[in-house]
C-alpha cells in the first residue's frame, strides 16, 4: 500500500504510454501529500543481510511522502491522472487482453452500452454531439412561452444544463434516479441475462451454465447534474475470461437482450408524507454500439473514452463539493470546511451551515433538495444528506464484474513491485532474491523534503 520513495516520472514508460493512449497528463508532484516516517530496508533472502536502507533520518534530502490517491481530478491533478492511466489499462484488458486477462476476449461479443436519465423538464441546450452550435428550443406556443430560449450557446456557457423554468423543473425526482441508478442497474444486468435466456429458448439456470454476462461502467453527470452510465457489456463462457459462451450467444442476441432489458426496468421511490412514490426509468436516449478491433467505435478510443470520466464527480454540473456531514450526530469525522449542524441539531434553518454561494442556482437548488428529501421520513436510508455533494448518488463512479479484467489493487501491486525491481538493481543484486521490509508511521498532511 505504501511507497516510501516518490513514484518516479515515468515509471516503465508509464507517460510514453499515456502519450499514446490519449491520456498524458503530468504524472508528478502530488498536491495533497501525506508525510511518513520511519524506514525501508532491503533485505537478501536467503542470508538476511542488509542490501540496501532507506532512512529519512540518514538522508534528510530524500522525500518521504505517500500520494493522497485521489481519483478527483479538480483534488489532485496528479493522482487522478495516475488513476485515469490505472482506469484505462483496466478497460482495455478486458477489451483486447493482458494484465492475466486472456487475448481470446476480442473475440467475444461485446458491445458498448450508454444509458440515460429521463427528462426532469426542459433544459439550456449547448452544441449537439458533433460540437456544432444549435439554438435552444426556438420554437415555443405562446401559452409555454417559458419553454423556449432561441439563444445559441457557446460550450462553455454556464447557462447550459439549467432549467429554462426553475419553478415547473422536478427536482425531487432528479436526486431520487441519482439516488436509484445503482439499483436501475442491477435490474438491468439481470433482465438482460433473462433476456439471453429467452431468445435462446432456455431456462435461465442452463444458460446461466452456458453463458456469463460480465460488464465495466463508469458514470458521468451531465451539465443538468443527473447521472447517465457508459458500459462495456462482454459475454464470456461459464468459466470466466478463459471460456467462450455457447454458439447460440452472439452480438445480435446481445443486443435484442439490452434494449429489452432497457425498456422493462423500473424503479419505485419510497412514499412518504410530501413526497409521493414515483416510478423511475431510464431515458429514451439510448445507445447500444458493437466495439471494433481498430476503426470506428475502436477498443483504445472505448477504453480512452470511459477512462476520462472515472476521474470526475459532479465539476460538469458546476458542483465542488465535499462530503456534507452533521458534527453532533453524523458517526464520521469532521473537516473544518464542509463539518456543518443539521437541522435537527442546528435547531432552525433548512439549509446545511456550510457556503454555497460559489454554486449557480441550480447546482444549489439540488443540494438544498438533497438535504430536504434526506430529512423527509422514509427516505433516511438514502442517505441524501450524506451524498448532497454528489447530489444524491450514492454509487461508485467506476464499476467492473469480478471476472471482467484486472483490478486497481492488482494494477498497483504491479507498479509497487517494478519500483522495488528497480530499487534491488541499483543496488546490484538480484531483484527476485530480496525482500522489502518497511516500518513506516503517518506523521501528519504534507510531504517533506
Known amino acids: 500500500m505504501m511507497s516510501p520513495q516518490p ?12 502519450a499514446s493512449t490519449g491520456l498524458a497528463q503530468q504524472v508528478g508532484q502530488c498536491r495533497h501529500p501525506v508525510a511518513i516516517a520511519g524506514s525501508s530496508l532491503l533485505v537478501e533472502r536467503s542470508t538476511g543481510r542488509l542490501v540496501d536502507r532507506l532512512d529519512p533520518t540518514a538522508s534528510p534530502g530524500r522525500v518521504v511522502g505517500l500520494r493522497c490517491r485521489s481519483r478527483r481530478a479538480s483534488v489532485c491533478p496528479a493522482c ?9 489499462h483496466l478497460i ?34 449547448g452544441p449537439d454531439r458533433h460540437s456544432q452550435p444549435r439554438p435552444c428550443h426556438p420554437r415555443a406556443r405562446r401559452a409555454a412561452a417559458r419553454r423556449s430560449c432561441g439563444r445559441w ?32 442497474w442491477a435490474r438491468f444486468t439481470t433482465e438482460t441475462r433473462r433476456g439471453l435466456a429467452a431468445a435462446a429458448g432456455l431456462p435461465r439456470a442452463v444458460a446461466a451454465r452456458q453463458v456469463r454476462v460480465v460488464f465495466a461502467k463508469v458514470a458521468e ?18 468459466d470466466g475470461p478463459s471460456s467462450a459462451p455457447a454458439g447460440w450467444a452472439s452480438t445480435d442476441l446481445l443486443d435484442h437482450a439490452i434494449h429489452a432489458a432497457i425498456r422493462r426496468v423500473e424503479v419505485t421511490t419510497p412514499a412518504c408524507r410530501r413526497v409521493p412514490a414515483r416510478q423511475l426509468r431510464w431515458g429514451r436516449q439510448v445507445d447500444v454500439r458493437p466495439i471494433a478491433r481498430a476503426d470506428g467505435l475502436s477498443e483504445t478510443v472505448v477504453a480512452r473514452y470511459v477512462a476520462k470520466y472515472a476521474t470526475k464527480v459532479a465539476e460538469a454540473a458546476g458542483i ?40 449557480s442556482g441550480h447546482a444549489r437548488r439540488l443540494v438544498d433538495t438533497c438535504w430536504w428529501l434526506g430529512g423527509q421520513p422514509g427516505l433516511g436510508r438514502l442517505r441524501l444528506r450524506r451524498y448532497a455533494h454528489t447530489l444524491g448518488f450514492r454509487g461508485h463512479f467506476a464499476t467492473t464484474s469480478r471476472t471482467y479484467s484486472t483490478t486497481f489493487t492488482a494494477l498497483r501491486a504491479e507498479r509497487r513491485s517494478w519500483m522495488a525491481d528497480r530499487r534491488a538493481e541499483r543496488a546490484g543484486v538480484d531483484p527476485a532474491g530480496v525482500l522489502v521490509v518497511g516500518d513506516w508511521r503517518y506523521v501528519g498532511p504534507g510531504g517533506g523534503a
Open 221 to 238: 453527470f451531465q451539465a443538468r447534474g443527473v447521472v447517465h452510465l457508459h458500459a462495456i457489456v462482454r459475454l464470456d463462457g461459464a
Open 320 to 359: 465542488d463539493l465535499g462530503p456534507i456531514y452533521c458534527r453532533a450526530c453524523d458517526g464520521h469525522g469532521t473537516n473544518p470546511t464542509t463539518a456543518v449542524l443539521c437541522h435537527r441539531c442546528a435547531g432552525s434553518g433548512r439549509r446545511p451551515r456550510v457556503s454555497l454561494r460559489h454554486l
Open 92 to 125: 482495455a484488458a478486458g477489451l483486447h487482453g493482458g494484465k492475466d486477462t486472456p487475448a481470446q476476449v476480442a473475440d467475444r461479443p461485446r458491445l458498448f452500452v450508454t444509458v440515460t436519465a429521463p427528462s426532469f423538464g426542459p433544459v439550456h441546450l
Open 153 to 184: 450557446h457557446l460550450a462553455a456557457d454556464p447557462t447550459i444544463g439549467t432549467p429554462l423554468d426553475p419553478t415547473g423543473y422536478d427536482y425531487p425526482g432528479q436526486v431520487l434516479f441519482n439516488a436509484h441508478v445503482g439499483l436501475l
Open 80 to 88: 487522478s491522472a495516475l488513476y485515469k492511466l490505472d482506469a484505462y
Open 7 to 18: 513514484i518516479p516520472a515515468d515509471p516503465g514508460g508509464l507517460l510514453r504510454v499515456a
